[in-house]
């Protein structure tokens, strides 16, 4: 729910084969390294044939007390909740409480648009509604709680973005409404309805919609990384409902989508129209590649929180990440953890870093361009600290690597400069783009 700027490029997973057994010890060399070293807390799980094959726990559930996380400690999950909510709709559908058909001016006639926008543009992100989570204002009051009328009242001031299901952009309304809808039609609360129709049938002993974050209730608070773990803000749950609200554990998100595809939440057809996609999303799921195999999930951010989920069907493998921290790249990980159950080869990251003085960076100064891309980079330094910004975009302090080598570990990007050639190359996500210096 937190709007999210994605530095640069965005990147996909990448490369594997299925084996049954893998170096478990290396990749627990994997997760030392970056607990070691301040780049990751959270938890992760693998599970093949709905049996955990692999779990990892790292960090802390509350930096300022020291209150280690563990196993069943529990993380907010962000829109990974659209994957729930998605299944309950269609779980209503099948109740014959909602047809997809329905429009929205049934239930919200004030949103802009509702005699046109369908059950089925919502769940697709094709409502053209606008995302009041992306508004500038938004962070100054995702904390304080909001009822259902001024929510409603929020998203009906914003304008139609485009002529509804006439393309895809994805837009957190959609789901806080399917979650006003669900409780119209059952007259019961989205929690409620959670909790009898996934949580007590699948068995998740670990997973609830979330309301104030508790540690001794072992849920975990959110941090970002500026010379150490600091303690994120903490959006309302009455905001993002069904959109972002619920908490849960790597490992009982595992269970989740598996039972999701197995037909224990919703039927066969209804998983099929789930899955269907339609410029690349499905409703509340899309697809994330793994090399050649497809799978299929959801990703996640909401404060300081930031999540993955996939499930490969032709494997019945799937794989959950949470975490509360990161001060690394999330989709390196998870192609490390997948690298690793597929026997696929992944390098144990060393973190050590190239010392290099201020004098030294002024070499590197300056502002560099492409034909390759429609950006710049402004290269400047604070200190002893080299900072990169492209076009539009946050800055970005970097650190040594080695001799002209530097790095933004959370983004994946590696920048090497050639101050004689006065170049610097770009590499992220598999993608190399060399810069010139104006």
Not at 90 to 103: F, G, I, N, P, S
Request: charged residues 25%; contains cysteine; neutral net charge.
């Amino acid at each position: 729910m937190k709007k999210i700027l994605l530095p640069f490029i965005c990147t996909i997973l990448s490369t594997a084969i299925f084996a049954q057994s893998f170096d478990r010890n290396k990749l627990d060399s994997y997760f030392n390294a970056l607990e070691t070293n301040n780049k990751f807390m959270g938890s992760i799980a693998v599970s093949e044939n709905g049996k955990i094959i692999y779990t990892k726990t790292v960090g802390y559930s509350d930096v300022e007390n020291k209150i280690k996380a563990g196993d069943n400690s529990k993380y907010r999950i962000g829109s990974i909740t659209k994957t729930f909510t998605s299944a309950l709709v269609l779980k209503a559908v099948e109740e014959r409480k909602l047809q997809l058909t329905d429009k929205l001016s049934k239930y919200y006639p004030t949103v802009k648009n509702a005699d046109k926008i369908t059950i089925e543009d919502l769940l697709y992100h094709r409502s053209g509604i606008h995302s009041f989570t992306d508004d500038d204002d938004y962070l100054s009051w995702s904390t304080q709680h909001k009822s259902r009328e001024e929510l409603v009242k929020i998203i009906s001031k914003g304008e139609s973005e485009f002529e509804p299901g006439s393309k895809f952009s994805y837009s957190n309304p959609n789901f806080i409404l399917l979650s006003f809808i669900l409780e119209d039609v059952y007259k019961k609360s989205y929690a409620d309805l959670l909790q009898e129709k996934i949580i007590k049938p699948v068995g998740l002993v670990n997973t609830f919609f979330g309301q104030t974050i508790h540690s001794k209730n072992n849920e975990c608070y959110s941090y970002s990384f500026n010379n150490g773990w600091v303690k994120e803000s903490e959006t309302n749950t009455s905001i993002p409902m069904g959109a972002g609200g619920i908490v849960s554990t790597s490992s009982d998100l595992t269970k989740f989508i598996e039972a999701l595809f197995s037909g224990k939440i919703i039927s066969e057809k209804s998983l099929d129209q789930m899955t269907a996609l339609k410029d690349h999303f499905g409703m509340g799921i899309f697809q994330i590649p793994f090399g050649e195999m497809k799978g299929l999930g959801h990703t996640g951010a909401i404060d300081g929180f930031s999540s993955m989920l996939i499930y490969f069907p032709e494997k019945k493998v799937s794989f959950a990440l949470i975490s509360n921290g990161d001060n690394y790249n999330n989709n390196a990980i998870s192609i490390a953890v997948l690298s690793a159950v597929f026997n696929k080869p992944y390098d144990v990251p060393d973190f050590r870093e190239y010392v290099v003085t201020s004098a030294d960076m002024e070499k590197y100064l300056g502002v560099y361009s492409t034909k390759e891309l429609p950006l710049k980079l402004t290269v400047t330094k604070d200190g002893d600290t080299l900072i990169v910004q492209a076009t539009g975009q946050q800055q970005l302090p970097l650190e040594a690597r080695s001799k002209d080598v530097f790095a933004f570990d959370r983004a994946g990007i590696v920048l090497e400069f050639n101050p004689e050639m006065k170049t610097v190359l770009l590499k992220q996500g598999g993608g190399q783009f060399t810069f010139t210096k104006e």
